[in-house]
């Protein structure tokens, strides 16, 4: 098992903060799409990922145990 987290309006579209899924071995790529196939994330494909608390790339792979957090870009003034 993998935990996804999620950040501001992907938690918000999704109406939950994390998910926990049977996806390791995925590629970072592969879960977004399986996101926005399962729940229809509009702002996915600007995210910042980071798998662990390090930010990765798409194509990197996720172990069992892993976290993955999709951040969302900030504004600011």
């Not at 798998?51 to 930010?55: L, P, Q, R, T, V």
């Given at each position: 098992m993998?935990?996804?987290l999620l950040f501001a309006e992907l938690q918000e579209e999704?109406?939950?903060d994390q998910i926990e899924v049977d996806?390791?071995?995925s590629t970072v790529t592969e879960l977004k799409e399986w996101l926005?196939?399962?729940y229809k994330l509009s702002s996915l494909s600007?995210?910042?990922i980071a798998?662990?608390?390090?930010?990765a790339t798409e194509e990197e792979r996720v172990k069992d145990g892993d976290t993955v957090a999709?951040?969302?870009p900030v504004?600011?003034?």
């Open positions: 993998i935990k996804i999704a109406g939950v996806k390791a071995g926005l196939q399962e600007n995210t910042m798998i662990n608390e390090s930010y999709f951040i969302p504004s600011g003034g």
